[in-house]
Nanobody, 127 residues
Framework: EVQLVESGGGLVQAGGSLRLSCAASGFTFDDYAIGWFRQGPGKEREGVSCISNSDGSTTYADSVKGRFTISSDHAKNTVYLQMNSLKPEDTAVYYC????????????????????WGQGTQVTVSS
């Protein structure tokens, strides 16, 4: 059974940090890219960052470049999203998802290319 389980969300003040985790199981981790998406209240789902587990290439949305860092621990089949300098506009439910991407990431794949999704974790940034 494929599972993606997010954790690490919570309430933080503006300027603070959180680290989200996405624990994956049930598929060949090294063959997939893991992406983070978010959906804020009244907003459309937005791709935040993605990492290829085949070659380590990464992508970031312009809105988070320089503040968020994605990384992958192959021993634990877990992808992390370190979020620093958080802003109130980062408030959203954050989801991780897995896509079979056999090439180097050039851009964030669209949501339609992601086969598996987690249940989401809430991040709230207070001003």
């Amino acid at each position: 059974e494929v599972q993606l389980v997010e954790s690490g969300g919570g309430l933080v003040q503006a300027g603070g940090s959180l680290r989200l985790s996405c624990a994956a199981s049930g598929f060949t981790f090294d063959d997939y890219a893991i992406g983070w998406f978010r959906q804020g209240p009244g907003k459309e789902r937005e791709g935040v960052s993605c990492i290829s587990n085949s070659d380590g290439s990464t992508t970031y949305a312009d809105s988070v470049k320089g503040r968020f860092t994605i990384s992958s621990d192959h021993a634990k089949n877990t992808v992390y999203l370190q979020m620093n300098s958080l802003k109130p506009e980062d408030t959203a439910v954050y989801y991780c998802a897995a896509a079979w991407v056999p090439t180097t990431l050039a851009t964030m794949p669209p949501p339609s290319e992601f086969d598996y999704w987690g249940q989401g974790t809430q991040v709230t940034v207070s001003s």
